[in-house]
């Protein structure tokens, strides 16, 4: 089983800057992609920033210019630095990651519980 857990979520105001954090543990031989989506209310889920286990990112073009992803291969955990945030950013932030949990496994698609983000105006 593997677990993601976030943190970092909260209320900020507008122009302002936030660190979200997910770190995965459990039964994790290697993770491959790993990403941060949000969903706004009323919204469809929707991705905001992807990293490959080489470094390889690409972000929505909402964000480009503002938020950066980044990871730590030995924690195994993913970082999104959100910076000039709008009120447009509200959302529920989840992490998601494709880890292989043995050396003979295929790669599955965990998510995180999701984490609040609130930017007043």
């Known amino acids: 089983q593997v677990q993601l857990v976030e943190s970092g979520g909260g209320l900020v105001q507008a122009g302002g800057s936030l660190r979200l954090s997910c770190a995965a543990s459990?039964?994790?031989?290697?993770?491959?992609?790993m990403g941060w989506y949000r969903q706004a209310p009323g919204k469809q889920r929707e991705l905001v920033a992807a990293?490959?286990?080489?470094?390889?990112?690409d972000y929505a073009d909402s964000v480009k210019g503002r938020f950066t992803i980044s990871r730590d291969n030995a924690k195994n955990t993913v970082y999104l630095q959100m910076n000039s945030l709008k009120p447009e950013d509200t959302a529920v932030y989840y992490c998601n990651a494709a880890v292989r949990p043995g050396v003979a496994s295929p790669s599955y698609r965990y998510w995180g519980q999701g984490t609040q983000v609130t930017v007043s105006s």
């Open positions: 990293i490959t286990s080489g470094g390889t990112t």
């Open positions: 459990g039964s994790i031989f290697s993770i491959n992609a």
